[in-house]
């Protein structure tokens, strides 16, 4: 039997045993071994962008690879990254520039990307059409909100330097997830912290508002989105497990891309809170972010991008510290073509 992580709970396997074919009964397969039991947390809240872990789960991709698995709500990359190197969970969408960010500022996430979620970033601020905001300069004398630990926030700095924002003028408030686009509808911030891909459920909000994308790909480039995590303990304890899950996770997210509609209704049988076509719209959006150029696989990240986004980060002065791609990242365990 394979041995895994003490985080992870296995079920005792009760052998069973089959008469001898002289008796005349027919032989019996053999136990199968128990799914390996695994926590997910979302990159951020139950929004359409999260919904093709739901799609792996009911479409079965998770079952056929061996794998039970419980989705729970996550609430930013900074508390997902405490979430896995603490043992409360065993995967997550974590964004890669707030872990390069970590990392270089000298604390260890305790965790490594094993395959890219999104290509390209989708950091950006968000806000409406009579803000008076249309250009990154705008935001000067403007109130932000955003969760405390988002990586917009851990962004911002950088984001700042390279488009000339004097960042003491931009005034940051702490929301929950759920409180993000009701509080720009209503007038309590000037701007939200939001993925590009939130548009359509920020629009829903602001009851069909124009909605103004400032992306913070557009300025701070070679980064790539979420990135899938996993305690580095994990991934050097049971590289099978990790390699399985990847597997049908990705599988989920194509399928999702694909089927935006189909993947939104799987979300709101799960979370019934969610707005269908928000989501959809959400899943739409996010397609292009997800495929890889080329013929290389979905989850593709190469050492040489990685190398270029820390070199990035460093010349804006975001951090200071050595970080090389191998210590955030665990090729061997990249999707292979």
């Not at 009760?14 to 997910?40: H, I, M, N």
């Not at 990240?301 to 210590?327: C, D, K, N, W, Y």
Request: hydrophobic residues 40%.
């Amino acid at each position: 039997m394979r041995r895994l992580p003490r985080v992870i709970t296995i079920t005792a396997i009760v052998a069973t045993f089959s008469l001898p074919a002289a008796c005349g009964s027919a032989q019996k397969e053999p136990a199968r071994p128990a799914a390996d039991r695994v926590t997910y947390v979302t990159g951020f809240g139950m929004f359409g962008r999260e919904a093709y872990v739901y799609v792996a789960q009911d479409k079965g991709y998770f079952r056929e690879a061996g794998i039970e698995v419980s989705v729970q709500p996550g609430t930013g990359s900074g508390e997902n990254m405490a979430a896995l190197a603490g043992g409360r969970a065993h995967f997550s969408p974590i964004d890669f520039t707030a872990m390069l960010l970590t990392a270089g500022s000298g604390r260890q996430t305790g965790t490594v990307a094993v395959a890219a979620i999104h290509q390209r970033t989708l950091a950006a601020l968000m806000t409406l059409g009579d803000s008076g905001i249309s250009k990154p300069k705008d935001l000067e004398g403007k109130t932000v909100g955003d969760t405390a630990t988002s990586v917009i926030a851990m962004m911002f700095p950088t984001y700042a330097k390279l488009t000339g924002i004097d960042r003491d003028k931009v005034k940051w408030v702490s929301l929950q997830p759920t409180q993000l686009a009701a509080n720009l509808a209503s007038g309590q911030v000037d701007a939200i912290g939001q993925y590009v891909v939130g548009q359509p459920t920020v629009r829903n909000a602001a009851k069909g508002e124009q909605v103004t994308v400032l992306p913070f790909g557009d300025v701070i480039t070679d980064m790539y989105g979420s990135a899938l995590n996993t305690s580095a303990k994990l991934a050097s304890s049971d590289p099978d497990l990790v390699k399985r899950f990847t597997t049908a996770l990705l599988r989920g997210l194509a399928y999702a891309v694909e089927h935006p509609q189909e993947a939104a209704r799987i979300l709101l049988a799960h979370q019934p809170a969610q707005n269908a076509e928000a989501a959809a719209a959400e899943l739409t959006l996010m397609a292009p972010y997800v495929r890889p150029a080329g013929s290389d696989p979905m989850g593709t990240m190469s050492r040489e991008r990685v190398e270029r986004a820390i070199t990035v980060l460093r010349t804006a002065g975001a951090f200071q510290g050595q970080v090389t791609p191998e210590s955030v990242v665990s090729f061997d365990l990249l999707p292979k073509g």
